[in-house]
């Protein structure tokens, strides 16, 4: 876990976090798994949704964010996809409830990660998103070396130069209830 490389990659719009995904996902193949870590509003489901549209190559296919369900699965063009958001999660023993067994063998998303304990994966595919001004977000890559490119401004739709690695900062730390915003088109009622 010690010692991969960070690479950091600049998102000033949403469609920049879509061409992330997009590439992201022309990479994955099953086994794989991608952790989707930062804040509430940080982008995890915004990059899950391109990732899944992508790699279902339907640009309309409904993805709805799965803060209720927990989990919620995806047969694509790269095979069966799993998006998790763990913030409800009871507990880790909970998981296998959610067909985390299974997951492991396909494609998986999972957002807020930490809920994971021990059994989050050692060789994720680790993107954790800050937020900036605005539309502004930066995603910090952490794993795959070896799979992923040194710099990412070659990629459609992601231009510019690489900004430099901020000191690592903490994820979240006590996390109560989520906030009642809706999830994209969610039921949040409070
Ligand atoms: N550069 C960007 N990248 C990603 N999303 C962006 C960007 N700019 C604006 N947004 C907007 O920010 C919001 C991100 O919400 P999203 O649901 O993806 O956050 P989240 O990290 O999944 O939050 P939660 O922890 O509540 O699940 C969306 O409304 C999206 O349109
Ligand atoms: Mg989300």
């Known amino acids: 876990m010690s010692g991969l490389a960070k690479r950091i990659v600049a998102l000033p719009s949403l469609s920049a976090t879509e061409a992330l995904a997009a590439g992201i ?18 982008g995890k489901t915004a990059f899950a949704r391109a990732f899944l549209r992508a790699a279902a190559d339907d640009p309309a296919l409904e993805v ?9 699965s995806y047969e694509t063009k790269i095979g069966l ?5 763990l913030w409800r999660l009871d507990g880790s023993a909970s998981l296998t409830e ?3 067994e299974d997951a ?3 494609i998986v998303l999972v957002e807020w990660p930490d809920r994971l304990g021990n059994l989050r994966p050692e060789t994720a595919l680790t993107i954790q998103f800050e937020t900036g001004d605005g539309d502004v977000r930066e995603a910090a890559l952490t794993g795959w070396d070896g799979r992923l490119p040194a710099s990412f ?4 739709g992601l231009s510019g130069p690489p900004i430099p690695a901020p000191a690592a900062t903490g994820g979240p730390d006590n996390t109560p209830d989520k906030p009642g915003q809706g999830p994209d088109g969610g039921a949040a009622a409070a």
Do not use: K, N
């Open 64 to 72: 709805p964010s799965p803060s209720f369900t927990l989990v919620q």
């Open 98 to 100: 959610l067909d985390w």
């Open 25 to 42: 996902a022309a990479m994955a193949r099953a086994g794989d798994c991608i952790l989707l870590e930062g804040p509430l509003g940080a």
């Open 153 to 156: 401004s070659s990629w459609p």
């Open 81 to 85: 996809v799993f998006h998790y958001d």
């Open 104 to 106: 492991l063998d396909a």
